[in-house]
């Protein structure tokens, strides 16, 4: 389930917000900026929105997914170090990716 952190009018969740939103022209995204409260397989995320691209020559649009350490239990020691917090933010930013393209969400996908 994908809900509003906040009440933004009409409390539409995340995904039938986009959804709704397919082929619309690039402005009508802004409706989405803000944080979203998203719960995929019993693992609450954020999803912050910062910046939403305006046009197609826009500079490309922002945002960012927090998960609590607290939920995903990563052990301690893959936060120690510049070089584990790279390779943990690498696997979770490629893991994200698969997700996004295995849902049909990414733009290569047409979707």
């Given amino acids: 389930n994908y809900g509003r952190s906040e009440?933004?009018?009409?409390?539409?969740?995340l995904e039938s917000k986009?959804?709704?939103l397919d082929r619309a022209n690039y402005g009508a995204y802004k409706q989405c900026v803000g944080?979203?409260?998203?719960?995929?397989?019993?693992l609450p995320v954020s999803v912050f929105i910062d910046n939403v691209q305006s046009d197609p020559f826009a500079p490309p649009s922002k945002f960012r997914v927090r998960v609590s350490q607290k939920e995903v239990q990563y052990p301690v020691e893959w936060t120690k170090g510049r070089v584990?917090?790279?390779?943990?933010?690498?696997y979770l930013a490629r893991r994200v990716?698969?997700?996004i393209?295995?849902?049909?969400l990414d733009q290569s996908s047409g979707g």
Wanted: hydrophobic residues 25%; proline residues 0%.
């Fill in 35 to 42: 944080r979203w409260e998203v719960n995929t397989a019993g």
């Fill in 18 to 20: 986009l959804r709704g």
């Fill in 84 to 90: 584990r917090v790279r390779a943990l933010c690498d």
């Fill in 97 to 99: 990716n698969g997700l």
């Fill in 101 to 104: 393209s295995k849902e049909g």
């Fill in 7 to 13: 009440d933004r009018s009409g409390g539409d969740d």
